[in-house]
């Protein structure tokens, strides 16, 4: 049996979110609070953070001269009036943090705070214990501008089934029966393309779900088969691809048409010419791999 660390998805958020704080330079630190005295469940109004604080420890920083007086004279009472009047009564440096204005809970017994280490981040206003955060703006991270995108520029699919795909020989004409001009990464549709005397032009589409009507199989001939037929493959960085979207000609190959690629399901399983067969469009293959050729 395999031994796998156990992690409480909570918890790896808050260590996620206190290692960039403090490599923003942030003070903060998981941390287990204070068990004693009295403490105040806080959150922003979306509740996108949500923490403790103690009035105490609130006081001790605003105002000090009071805190001494606290316990004595029931000051520490009137702290839950005070912040509920004030719009922002926390000074919080750290972007993630900006709110408009809090959401207060009722006071609690240190014992009601939950049973494992909160992230403590300090303020002016004092510390505040998170026990959930937003997840830190990034900075984007350079390694990724040369992570790069398989471009498959298609001019359409057919959906056969095995035992047809069997007979097929060198010379047939596999006709396209849904056009689609498409620009594909992987499963996904990106948007279409033109093509032009000087290359290849692309429009950004969203996504749009796609069902697919279910018939029943009589056999394993019957398995279904999505042929794709590709015109063109290109692997672009993100720069590459972000300037497509916006305009940028992409250079076709020269008699790109009769180097067509014939795909099915993602197996590379034949060659041919595009060509038009009484109007519609359609592959004339000229060479055949019978099933053994390459995944890509």
């Known amino acids: ?93 750290i972007p993630e943090l900006a709110y408009q204005r809090l959401w207060l809970g009722e006071p609690v017994a240190g014992t ?39 471009l498959r520029f298609v001019v359409g699919d057919s959906s056969v089934s095995l035992e047809l795909l069997k007979r097929v020989a060198c010379g047939d004409v596999l006709l396209v029966r ?16 033109q093509i032009l005397e000087e290359g290849i032009t692309m429009e950004w589409q969203e996504q749009q779900e796609i069902q697919d009507e279910v018939e029943p199989m009589l056999g394993m001939g019957q398995l279904p088969v999505r042929l794709e037929f590709v015109l063109h493959r290109s692997h672009l960085t993100l720069a590459e691809l972000q300037s497509l979207c916006q305009g940028q000609l992409l250079p076709l190959p020269v008699e790109a048409e009769r180097q067509m690629e014939v795909r099915a399901n993602g197996a590379l399983i034949g060659r041919g010419e595009l060509v038009q067969l009484d109007g519609q469009l359609g592959v004339e293959v000229n060479e055949w791999m019978g099933g053994t050729g390459d995944v890509e």
């Open 1 to 93: 049996m395999l031994k796998l660390k156990r992690m409480d998805k909570a918890q790896h958020a808050l260590e996620l979110v206190a290692a960039v704080w403090r490599r923003q330079g942030w003070d903060v630190a998981l941390e287990t609070p204070p068990r004693h005295g009295v403490w105040l469940p806080l959150a922003d109004a979306d509740h996108r953070w949500r923490g403790w604080m103690q009035p105490s420890g609130w006081l001790a920083h605003v105002a000090p001269e009071l805190a001494g007086l606290a316990s004595a004279a029931g000051i520490e009472a009137q702290v839950l009036p005070w912040l509920a009047a004030v719009e922002q009564p926390l000074e919080l440096p």
């Open 112 to 150: 009601a705070l939950p049973q494992r280490p909160l992230l403590r981040v300090m303020s002016a206003s004092g510390p505040l214990w998170l026990e959930s955060a937003p997840e830190p703006e990034l900075a984007d991270t350079p390694a990724l501008d040369n992570l790069g995108w398989p």
């Open 178 to 193: 849904e056009p689609a001009s498409a620009v594909r990464c992987y499963e996904k549709t990106l948007g279409f393309y």
